[in-house]
């Protein structure tokens, strides 16, 4: 069984940073790209940044330039670094993984998974 687990968020005044992690474990042989996403209060979830296997990123416009995702392959961790943040990043923050290749020596799947959502609140 694949999880991932979230942690870092919590409550930043505005222009603060806050750095989210995301791990993922279990019977893991590899994970194609990573993400972060975020939802809003009354409004619709949102890609927020993007990384492939090899590095390379894509970002929501509203964050970039100030949001940095990168990753670990050998911790299977995904992490986003949020500098200067506003009000406007209030949310919940979810991990995502694609591609991700687990089982066992005899029986291997791929899926997708998804974290619990870690919030982060900006306000002053």
């Known amino acids: 069984q694949v999880q991932l687990v979230e942690s870092g968020g919590g409550l930043v005044q505005p222009g603060g940073s806050l750095r989210l992690s995301c791990v993922a474990s279990?019977?893991?042989?590899?994970?194609?790209?990573m993400g972060w996403y975020r939802q809003a209060p009354g409004k619709q979830r949102e890609m927020v940044a993007a990384?492939?296997?090899?590095?390379?990123?894509n970002y929501a416009d509203s964050v970039k330039g100030r949001f940095t995702i990168s990753r670990d392959n050998a911790k299977n961790t995904v992490y986003l670094q949020m500098n200067d943040l506003e009000p406007e990043d209030t949310a919940v923050y979810y991990c995502?993984?694609?591609?991700?290749?687990?089982?066992?020596?005899?029986?291997?799947?791929?899926?997708?998974?998804r974290g619990q959502g870690t919030r982060v609140t900006v306000s002053s």
């Open positions: 990384i492939t296997t090899s590095g390379y990123t």
């Open positions: 279990g019977s893991i042989f590899s994970i194609g790209a």
């Open positions: 995502h993984a694609y591609g991700v290749v687990s089982g066992s020596t005899n029986y291997r799947s791929t899926d997708d998974y």
